[in-house]
């Protein structure tokens, strides 16, 4: 499998950006996606997963209520849209492809990441 995201970049803290991840190499269809994100000196984190199927999403508590995980199936693409940011959400994000379809297990493949900046 192949993920590459785009979108990342410098914004300023209330506004918005949205990432992409265009996947490859698997059926994406039937596969569990998520975003994660790693800031300097700080462990990864899960930012949010969407599963196969009928959808089912879950986000990290530190993002409920900003930020939204989506997918197009017909395009095999993921999304992040990101709302309301703040410096504290300046990482690098990965795109991640999981083990499971309508389960969320973890992630099997991952992007090279992408830099979201939010300045104060």
């Known amino acids: 499998a192949q993920l590459v995201e785009s979108g990342g970049g410098l914004v300023q803290a209330g506004g918005s950006l949205r990432l992409s991840c265009a996947a490859s190499?698997?059926?994406?269809?039937?596969?569990?996606m998520g975003w994660y994100r790693q800031a300097p000196g700080k462990q990864r984190e899960l930012v949010a997963f969407i599963t196969s199927g009928i959808g089912y999403t879950n986000y990290a508590d530190s993002v409920k209520g900003r930020f939204t995980i989506s997918r197009d199936n017909a395009k095999n693409t993921l999304y992040l849209q990101m709302n309301s940011l703040k410096p504290e959400d300046t990482a690098v994000y990965y795109c991640?492809?999981?083990?499971?379809?309508?389960?969320?297990?973890?992630?099997?493949?991952w992007g090279q990441g992408t830099q979201v900046t939010v300045s104060s």
């Open positions: 991640t492809a999981g083990s499971g379809g309508s389960t969320w297990y973890g992630a099997d493949y």
């Open positions: 190499g698997m059926t994406f269809s039937h596969t569990a």
